[in-house]
């Protein structure tokens, strides 16, 4: 695993993983500094390795079996029991009315728990004015680029 900052940018920060568990455990230690409230906004095309990365969150946030996170594309959002909770949400097949309309969101993005969007562009308008945005690229093989960025203040601070 490479982990570069970006020239200019500063914040932005680049991870490159060569593996699935790779991915998990730097979203696992990732989740070792947020805290309830945050937000992260995943983007990246089907396959790319989006909900694999909420599997690490999961095991980083102490959720039990975080082998059973899968696609919550036909359920919308899923809530994991952890030392923090987990609340994935997947877009996949909404829109940003089509989310507002059908899910209770603010109550979650809100909350006490550690919220996951997968496809978070799609409601890019509904999102928190802070949030980590992870875009998750492929590249050779199983290789894939994590390009983190931080929204607001808190993640600019927290260095996440
Ligand atoms: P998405 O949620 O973005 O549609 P998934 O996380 O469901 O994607 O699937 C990612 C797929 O890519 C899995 O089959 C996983 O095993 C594979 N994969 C290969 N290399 C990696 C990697 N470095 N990081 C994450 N997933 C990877
Ligand atoms: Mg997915």
Known sequence: MSLERENGAGRMRTVVT?????????????????????????????????????????????????????????????????????????????????????????????GGGVTAVEWADRITELLPEEYLEVRVEYGEGDERKLTLRPVGKRFEDAGV
């Open 18 to 110: 060569k593996s699935p568990e790779e991915t998990v455990e730097f979203a696992a230690e990732l989740a070792a500094s947020l805290k309830g409230g945050d937000l992260i906004a995943l983007v990246g095309d089907l396959g790319a390795g989006k909900t694999m990365f909420v599997k690490g969150l999961a095991k980083g946030l102490g959720v039990k079996d975080p082998q059973y996170v899968n696609s919550a594309s036909f359920v919308v959002m899923k809530e994991y029991r952890g030392e923090k909770d987990l609340y994935h949400f997947d877009i996949y097949r909404l829109d940003s009315a089509g989310f507002s309309e059908t899910v209770d969101y603010e109550k979650y993005f809100y």
